[in-house]
C-alpha cells in the first residue's frame, strides 16, 4: 500500500507541475501568438485583422494590454523551448524521486 501511494503521489506531483508550467507557457505566448510582439502588431496578423477594425487604439483596451503583454513577455519566440524545458524538469524529477523510492 505505501509503494502505491507514493508512486499516486509522484504521479499527482509530475501531473501537477507539467499542468503549470504548460498553463504558465500558454497564458504568456497567446498574445505573442495572435500578433502582439515586441515590434509592434505582426503585419497579416489576427492582431493586425483586428487593429484594422479598432482604428485608433485606446491606451487602457484589451487591445493595448495584449500588446503589453506580447511586448514584454519574456516567453515570446523562445515559449516552446521554455516549456519544453520545464516540462523535461518536471518529469526528470518525478523520474529521480521515483527511482529513490524504489532503492531506498
Known amino acids: 500500500k505505501q509503494w502505491y501511494q507514493r508512486r499516486v503521489a509522484i504521479t499527482a506531483g509530475i501531473v501537477k507541475g507539467g499542468a ?8 504568456t505566448s497567446v498574445p505573442w501568438l495572435l500578433g502582439f510582439t515586441a515590434s509592434g502588431v505582426a503585419k497579416a496578423s489576427i492582431a493586425a485583422g483586428i487593429q484594422s477594425g479598432i482604428g485608433n487604439v485606446v491606451g487602457s483596451s484589451a487591445f493595448a ?12 519566440t523562445s515559449a516552446p523551448v521554455i516549456v519544453a524545458a520545464a516540462g523535461v524538469t518536471a518529469v526528470g524529477y518525478g523520474g529521480y524521486k ?4 524504489k532503492y531506498k
Not at 503583454?69 to 519574456?74: P, R, S
Not at 521515483?98 to 523510492?101: G, R
Open 20 to 27: 503549470i508550467v504548460t498553463a504558465v507557457g500558454t497564458a
Open 65 to 76: 494590454a495584449a500588446q503589453t503583454v506580447g511586448a514584454t513577455t519574456i516567453l515570446g
Open 98 to 101: 521515483l527511482y529513490q523510492s
